[in-house]
Every structure is written in structure tokens, then in C-alpha cells.
């Protein structure tokens, strides 16, 4: 039975403030691992919550793990996880991938979660919590952006390099168990639910596309779209980048395609907000404005995205590929590779699609033709600000709590 006392011992929550509805089991987003729920999983399980709870249809977000609330259990776990690895000569990453973790995880918070419906944005339930559930009245449910099988080969150059083969493998099994045990499945991408039939056998009808929204608050998007309304005209077309993972996200190729568009004397230049290597910081017609917090700097974030005309994220792999909804929440339109969940976030318009090996001239001519070309700019921007209120976390938030009570138990 559900007890709202239990919900404050998980490590950190985000609930409603008006009490849990008393005609269905409380509906709760779990994200990974993270500093507080709203900065976990790049904030978007604390939006998803918020959006849930305004519209009725979740009741809040918790972290399976905080560091804001260290697990010295865990901790001490991990350090000899590393060192049998250490000794075999293995690579030491991807701890949080690990049985073990996810084992400790969910056993201790199997009793704080009875009597609740639990969406997971986390790839992994353990085999304990998979085989009790039922007897704390516990439902489960996934909503991902990805399959670990999409982040371990898809970013193996980048993100999760140091995540031994051996560890994946292992991994990959408990996860194809939970997808099999859950009571249902919910994917971001038409990427991961192809990688759901294909690699994990489960069946396509059992999986939804819900596509993601914008992790960006309405009154900070309101605050950029009016910036951009009434700021002053100029000659020059800002492209912007915003990104911490700047050779995955194609920066260097971006940069490259504005300087050969430079050296022509086309009016254009590159704004940068995130990690941006040296060696572009300081090239012509790139400003490179550094790490910039949504939370703690607000003003500074929005005065940054009042001054782009055109979004860019040219990744070469990619999940949900929330960024691009990110601009087009702002009424920006946005130049994107064809790769992972982002041609399903392009549909609809305000956006430029490229292949994911476009070259640095073949971006260069993109952005070209999006500053000569007066009417397809209008049409791209107009129709980037048409989906600005529709690409908020409140469609997702509703098509979650319809699969919830399509699949659960009152």
C-alpha cells in the first residue's frame, strides 16, 4: 500500500504540492544517476514531472541515485567493482551499467515505491525488484531516449569508451529481461523502438513513440521570443551552437563551414555556449561565450539565444536529440543532422536536415542558402515559431499517463 511518508526517504523527489490523486496509484518518473532530479538525465525527467503534474496525468519525479546524498554502500561497491577489474587488466567504466548497481538501487528503494506506477527513464530494473514488484503493488514502465545497446555502440567513441565489452554483454541481458517484464514500454525515437524489435526481440506493438519536449522552462522560451521580436536588425546571421560534447555534436565541422562561408564574405557568424576547444575559440568570426547555467544564469542564457538565427546540432550520434527542440521552442530554426531521434523531432518544419556524413562544405552550403534565400528563411522560421508551444513535455506527459492506465492496474 502507497505511503507518502516512503517517498521522502528516495535520494531526491520532485512531487505535486496539492496531494496524490486517490482515484489511481501515484505515477512516478525515475531517472539515473545525477546530482538532484533536475539536473539528472539533462533535467528532462524533472520537466516531464512538472508537465505531468500540471496536466494531471503524473505526480512527480524521483533519482534512483543523488550525489547530493552519497550511498557509501555503493560507493564502497563501485571501488571494488573497479579493482577486480583493474586486476584482470579490464577497462574500469560503466559501473553505473552494471548489475550491481542497478541490484543495490532498486532494493533500496522497493518499499519507498509500494504502491506506486513507476516510469523509468533508466534502461535497467534488477531481478529482485522485477520478481517483488507485484507484492508491493509496484507497476513498471520504461520511457527512453535510448536502449543501452544504442548509447554503447552508437557513442563508443565518445561518451562510454571506457565500458568493457564484457560488461555490456552482461548488461544487455538484464536488460532485455526487464523490457520483456515491463508493463509497458514508451520510446523517444523511431531509432530506439526499431533497436527495441530488432536487438531485444520485443514485439513492435508492445512499444509507443512518444516523442520528447523542449527541457527549457515557458517563461524562459517566452523570454527568448520576445528578445528576438524587438531586437535591434543587423546584417550578420548568428549561428548558434549550444552543446557540452562539442566533436560529437559537430562543432569542428560547423566552424569549419563558417570559416570557408567567411572567406567568401558571406555575413555570417558563429556563436558558441558550452565547451568549445581552443583551437575554434579562436577563429575568425567565432564567439565563444562558454558555459552558460539555464538555473543560475538566466538572463545571460536567454540574451544568448535572443541573438541566433539559426540553431545548429550536426551530430554524428544522437539520441533523442532533444537540442533541436530546444531551439524550435524559441521560435528558432535549426540546421540537424539526419541521425538518431532527430529527424522525428524535424517533423513538422523549422528545420534543415542533413545527412550525418554531410561534409563541412556541404553545411557551409546549407547555411548559404538559409541567408540568400529570403523566402526560405521566412518559411523555416515561421514555421519553428508555429511549433513553439507544441513542443513542450505536456504531450509526452499525457501520452505516458494514457499508456499507464491502457496497461496497468487500477
Not at 489511481?24 to 505531468?52: C, H, K, N, Q
Not at 522497493?110 to 508491493?136: K, M
Not at 538484464?174 to 524489435?197: C, F, H, K, N
Not at 523549422?350 to 529570403?374: E, K, L, N, Q
Request: aromatic share 8%.
Amino acid at each position: 500500500m502507497f505511503d507518502p511518508r516512503a517517498i521522502g526517504d528516495l535520494p531526491d523527489v520532485l512531487l505535486r504540492a496539492d496531494g496524490f490523486p486517490g482515484n489511481r496509484r501515484p505515477r512516478l518518473v525515475a531517472t539515473g544517476y545525477g546530482g538532484s532530479v533536475r539536473t539528472s538525465f539533462s533535467g528532462s525527467s524533472a520537466y516531464l514531472a512538472e508537465a505531468g503534474i500540471e496536466n494531471g496525468s503524473l505526480d512527480g519525479a524521483f533519482t534512483l541515485y543523488s550525489t547530493r546524498r552519497p550511498d557509501r554502500v555503493l560507493q564502497a561497491q563501485g571501488a571494488l567493482w573497479k579493482a577486480r577489474r583493474l586486476l584482470r587488466r579490464e577497462a574500469i567504466g560503466g559501473f553505473k551499467f552494471s548489475a550491481e548497481f542497478s541490484a543495490h538501487l532498486w532494493r533500496r528503494h522497493l518499499p519507498s515505491l509500494a504502491g506506486t506506477d513507476v516510469i523509468s527513464n533508466f534502461q535497467l530494473f534488477s531481478e529482485r525488484f522485477l520478481r517483488q514488484r507485484e507484492s508491493h503493488g509496484i507497476g513498471a514502465y520504461l520511457y527512453l531516449d535510448a536502449t543501452l545497446h544504442d548509447y554503447l555502440e552508437g557513442y563508443r567513441e565518445f561518451d562510454v569508451a571506457g565500458v568493457d565489452p564484457s560488461t555490456a554483454d552482461r548488461v544487455f541481458a538484464l536488460e532485455r529481461d526487464g523490457y520483456q517484464r515491463a508493463d509497458g514500454i514508451a520510446v523517444m525515437s523511431s531509432q530506439t523502438a526499431e533497436t527495441l524489435t530488432s536487438h531485444y526481440e520485443v514485439p513492435a506493438d508492445r512499444v509507443r513513440l512518444v516523442l520528447p519536449g523542449a527541457n527549457m522552462s515557458d517563461e524562459m522560451a517566452e523570454r527568448v521570443i520576445e528578445a528576438r521580436a524587438t531586437r535591434a536588425a543587423t546584417d550578420e546571421c548568428v549561428v548558434g551552437f549550444i552543446g557540452v560534447y562539442p566533436e560529437r555534436k559537430g562543432l569542428p565541422r560547423l566552424a569549419s563551414a563558417i570559416g570557408a562561408l567567411r572567406r567568401e564574405g558571406v555575413p555570417v557568424r558563429l556563436l558558441v555556449v558550452g565547451r568549445c576547444p581552443e583551437e575554434i575559440a579562436v577563429m575568425d568570426g567565432v564567439e565563444a561565450l562558454g558555459f552558460i547555467s539555464k538555473t543560475a544564469e538566466p538572463g545571460a542564457f536567454v540574451a544568448a539565444l535572443a541573438r541566433m538565427d539559426l540553431g545548429c546540432l550536426l551530430s554524428t550520434a544522437e539520441m533523442s536529440g532533444i537540442a533541436v527542440l530546444e531551439f524550435i521552442r524559441c521560435g528558432i530554426p535549426v540546421l540537424a543532422t539526419a541521425v538518431g531521434g532527430i529527424p522525428d523531432n524535424l517533423r513538422g518544419g523549422g528545420g534543415i536536415s542533413v545527412p550525418g556524413d554531410a561534409s563541412a562544405t556541404d553545411v557551409a552550403a546549407a547555411i548559404g542558402r538559409f541567408i540568400d534565400d529570403g523566402d526560405e528563411r521566412r518559411r523555416l522560421e515561421a514555421e519553428a515559431q508555429a511549433r513553439s508551444g507544441s513542443v513542450r513535455w505536456h504531450a509526452a506527459a499525457a501520452a505516458l499517463g494514457e499508456m499507464v492506465a491502457e496497461e496497468g492496474t487500477p
